[in-house]
Structures are given as C-alpha cells and as structure tokens.
T-cell receptor, first 114, second 113 residues
Framework: AQSVTQLGSHVSVSEGALVLLRCNYS??????LFWYVQYPNQGLQLLLK??????LVKGINGFEAEFKKSETSFHLTKPSAHMSDAAEYFC????????????FGAGTRLFVKA | DAGVIQSPRHEVTEMGQEVTLRCKPI?????LFWYRQTMMRGLELLIY????????DSGMPEDRFSAKMPNASFSTLKIQPSEPRDSAVYFC???????????FGPGTRLTVT
C-alpha cells in the first residue's frame, strides 16, 4: 500500500540556518511527488512538484527538493531560513497508475527562531 | 482566475442541525476533492470526484456525510445531523486532472456546539 512518512512533526531552526524537511514514500512505481505549504488560517498551496525529468526541482520561496528513487525520498530543503517560512509543510505522493489517488503525509510544522 | 471558492468561510451551528458547505472549483479542472483538517487527525481526504463522478468516498466518516457534484462548477458537502465532533476546517481542492497538483480553497471553519 502506498504511504508517505514525514520524519518529525515539528522542526525548529534559527533564522539563516538550513531547512531540511524529510519525506519518504513507499511505492514500487515512480510516483508524482509534491510539497505543499500551509500558512495559518489558509489552505494548502503548492511549493514544488516532481513528475518526470530532472530529479532536483526548484519551487517558490527558495525551496527545492530532490527525488531519490533508490532511497524513496523527496526531502525539502532551503539554504537559509526566513521568519516568513514558519508554516506547516506537507509532502504528497500520487501513483501514476491505478486511480491516481494522492496521499498526503501528516505534515511537519516548521518554527523559525530569530 | 479567482481560485477555488468556498462558502461559507465560517459556520457555527447547534448539534443536530444540517450543515451545507459549498465549493466552486477552478474553471477547467475536472477533479474535485473534499478534505477535513483537525489538530487531532490532521488532513483527511473525505471524497473526490473526477468529471463530476464520485471516485472514492472511503474517507466519508459515516452516513451523516454526503457530497454531490451536480455540474463541473459546483459541489456541496452536507452533514445531517451535525455533531460536535464534526467541528473542523473543511477544505475543497481541485486539479486539472487526476494526479496533478491540487489547488486548495481557503476552507470553511465549522463549529458545532
């Protein structure tokens, strides 16, 4: 069965530090992969996505993620955290076969300290 | 584009009352999703439609919940009768095709007292 695991429900970094949010999935078929961000009292919005092609994808607000098939991972990174990055981040996976159902991870709340 | 539109943005009702949440997807999108988000359970997919047809309603909690999509530009999620445990933020999302990125509405915050 398809599943998505986000390691760490809460991550805290200092402003200017590296942001690393982890996402692993279980699938034998290369999936579509997404990261979404949710700011307080708002809906989720797409940060970046991987479907095919280059495995390093860049998104909005300086975020990027790398698809590593051998590790079944799609970790999200940003070189330097900004206070405005404080939000909840969701990894999501869609299998490109059998119904195209999208599974969301449980989310990771990012705190940024001044 | 106006994005996904949800109404109402806030709803407060008493236990036992019927609640109807509404959603207008982005024009041209053919998949529509209803989610529920709570602190305890996180983000849960309730049901999704493709070309106005319900594809997977396995996330609908019980028979008190029903969803319809009478046409490509409108969907409703109804709870009858409502209970305090239904209090949550309900999101509608749409995507151009199944499996593609989803665009979320601002959500409806439901409080059942």
């Amino acid at each position: 069965a398809q599943s998505v695991t986000q390691l760490g429900s809460h991550v805290s970094v200092s402003e200017g530090a590296l942001v690393l949010l982890r996402c692993n999935y279980s699938s034998s078929v290369p999936p579509y992969l997404f990261w979404y961000v949710q700011y307080p009292n708002q809906g989720l919005q797409l940060l970046l996505k991987y479907t095919t092609g280059a495995t390093l994808v860049k998104g909005i607000n300086g975020f990027e993620a790398e698809f590593k098939k051998s590790e079944t991972s799609f970790h999200l990174t940003k070189p330097s955290a900004h206070m405005s990055d404080a939000a909840e981040y969701f990894c999501a996976v869609t299998l490109a076969t059998g119904g195209f159902k999208t599974i969301f991870g449980a989310g990771t709340r990012l705190f940024v300290k001044a | 584009d106006a994005g996904v539109i949800q109404s109402p943005r806030h709803e407060v009702t008493e236990m036992g009352q019927e609640v109807t949440l509404r959603c207008k997807p982005i024009s041209g999108h053919n998949s529509l999703f209803w989610y529920r988000q709570t602190m305890m359970r996180g983000l849960e997919l309730l049901i999704y439609f493709n070309n106005n047809v319900p594809i997977d309603d396995s996330g609908m909690p019980e028979d008190r919940f029903s969803a319809k999509m009478p046409n490509a530009s409108f969907s409703t999620l109804k709870i009858q009768p409502s209970e305090p445990r239904d209090s949550a933020v309900y999101f509608c999302a749409s995507s151009q095709q199944q499996g593609y990125e989803q665009y979320f509405g601002p959500g409806t915050r439901l409080t059942v007292t």
